[in-house]
């Protein structure tokens, strides 16, 4: 019994830190994107369900969708096809996944997947759909988020007290641990060759990097408080959202805050989530 409690509270830890409870709040996503008119912003879902977790690809985005049932509420994973203008279900399974990351070791996506049990371990799901998708690390758990960087390694959020950066290869290696009291937000430079994440320390949030090959934590700037997640827009610019404005650090001149674009017109609310690849900003909007 104790054992299924800790799992409960594994999974209700889990869905707090990805902004999920019992009743998932609602959240849009919108792009926003350079062209010769100016910049374009429109709505890619609507507004009535958690409709989160935005990863931008040439062809399209990759989102996380919360869908009812008699039974109760999970997530699926979904793809909005810039082609044709149309959303497909990617995963359409009985559990949770979150996440969806590209899987730089095979055609499909890695993602977050709550299983039956309540355990949260990382998972891959191919594109071709004649093959089953498969566990990636069966001793790894329990991950809240992920992100891959260049031969074999990945980097992971693990829950816990406190959240841990954690770092380790597809070969699954013992995980190494890099820092703790992280948010959620992980993601590779491959120019630089590094990791880029954000934790709290002495009650400063920090923005900061990983090198393996120097096996070394750097922090270069402190964010507002309030921020957990970040987009690099090229290899020495990232962006963040404070309420409904997106701002931009670079760093070459990590003083020098830049209000980039002013989005109230779109979200009323508050910038929750950002992804920008191919010249394109992805963004949630959140109540």
Known sequence: MIKNVLKALSAFCFMTVLGVH?????????????????????????????????LLTRQGLFYTKELKSESGAQTDLFFYNFANDKHSNITNTPVSEYSP???????????????????????????????QPSRIFDHIEPVGYHVWGKNRDVMMFILGTPHTLQFTDINGHLP????????????????????????????????????????SVKKHFVLPSKVRDYT???????????????????????KNVVLW???????????????????????????
């Open 22 to 54: 019992a009743s998932m709040p609602k959240s849009q996503i919108w792009i926003a994107k350079e062209s010769k008119a100016g910049f374009v912003v429109k709505p890619i879902t609507g507004s009535d369900a958690y409709h989160n977790q935005p």
């Open 176 to 215: 190494k641990l890099i820092a703790k009291d992280i948010g959620r937000s992980l993601a590779y430079n491959r120019t630089a060759d590094v990791y880029s994440f954000t934790y709290t320390e002495n009650n400063t949030h920090w923005f900061a990097t990983y090198s393996e090959q120097l096996q």
């Open 261 to 287: 674009k002013d989005l109230k017109d779109y979200c009323s609310a508050n910038i929750t989530r950002l992804s920008y690849n191919y010249k394109a900003l992805a963004f949630v909007c959140s109540e």
């Open 101 to 131: 990351t590209i899987y730089p070791h095979d055609d499909g996506v890695s993602a977050i997947v709550v299983e039956p049990s309540g355990e949260q371990k990382l998972w891959f799901y191919p594109n071709d759909k004649s093959v």
């Open 232 to 254: 690099w827009l090229d290899d020495e610019t990232i962006a963040y959202a404070v309420g409904n404005r997106v701002f931009t650090r670079n760093f070459s001149a990590p």
